[in-house]
């Protein structure tokens, strides 16, 4: 089957693609060795993922978790005028754990032309246990006001960052814990959470293709101090962010800059 041509929906086929590989890979591995199915899941999701890159778009350079060799300087991504950054399982953790379905794949376009700052040119989120997948071919409506009468921000399960209990006492904010930065994000997006804050550690593919979601349907993205999400650095940490509608930025930035060392 030839994928479609427009990246966002390419990015949706892919992303697609490797949920369903990863749904297969829980059904015959199982869940008795949690290692096991963390292993067979990154590395499956990987080689699917870069096959396809090669296969269909082989001019493209790859940033992925799972490729040690695209991380560094002095790879071919650094020149590139397309880089595709992905994730080929975000919320590892959770996808070893039964009936959990808080994990995520994420594909992600950046381009050296891209005219926003943070230059992705489009990106897809699968939730294959969610069976919803969001992307930048058609980005999802603006999310409503949420009917919760305290702001529900959403926060690493396993890690979150030590600011964020002060943080969410200042703005009486009530905390969401779930695992996979892409679920996150898509809780923002659907409106099931006012926002996502993480700090303390993260790379470029945890947060490109949410972030690209995210900014397609109009919510506001950045670090945590304000500045600009960017992407194929030489050194793809990217160790923290926020995500959420646009009209709660101001306020929730002006809070982070409390709890911010420095
Ligand atoms: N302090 C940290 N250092 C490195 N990676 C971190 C991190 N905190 C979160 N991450 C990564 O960000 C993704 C979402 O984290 P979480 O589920 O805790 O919210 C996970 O990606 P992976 O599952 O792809 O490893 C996790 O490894
Ligand atoms: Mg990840």
């Known amino acids: 089957m030839t994928p479609p041509v427009i990246d966002g929906a390419f990015a949706r086929w ?65 020149a590139a005028e397309r880089v595709w950054i992905v994730d080929p399982l975000d919320g590892t953790r959770e996808f070893s754990e039964e009936g959990r379905d808080d994990w995520a794949v994420h594909i992600a376009l950046w381009g050296r032309r891209g005219t926003s700052p943070h230059k992705l040119l489009a990106g897809a989120v699968a939730i294959p246990a969610q069976h919803r997948t969001l992307a930048t071919d058609f980005p999802p409506a603006y999310p409503p006001l949420g009917p919760h009468p305290r702001l529900r921000l959403a926060a690493s399960r396993s890690r979150p960052p030590a600011f964020l209990a002060g943080l ?39 947060s490109a293709a949410p972030v690209a979601v995210a900014t397609a349907t109009g919510l506001h993205a950045s670090r945590i101090d304000g500045s600009a999400l960017k992407y194929n650095e030489t050194d793809p940490r990217l160790p923290d962010l926020v995500v959420c509608r646009k009209d709660l930025a101001p306020r929730l930035l002006a809070a982070l800059r409390q709890h911010l060392p420095g």
């Open 14 to 78: 892919l992303a697609g693609r490797a949920g369903d590989l990863l749904l297969r890979t829980r059904e015959e591995v199982g869940f008795a060795d949690p290692h096991a199915l963390k292993a067979a899941g990154d590395k499956l999701s990987h080689e699917l993922i870069r096959t396809e890159l090669a296969r269909w778009r082989p001019g493209d350079a790859v940033l992925s978790e799972e490729d040690g060799d695209s991380r560094g300087a002095g790879t071919d991504r650094l």
């Open 168 to 206: 969410a006492a200042d703005l009486d904010a009530e905390l969401v814990p779930m695992g996979s930065a892409g679920v996150k994000i898509a809780a923002v997006v659907g409106g099931e959470v006012d926002a996502y804050v993480h700090g303390g550690g993260q790379y470029e593919w945890d």
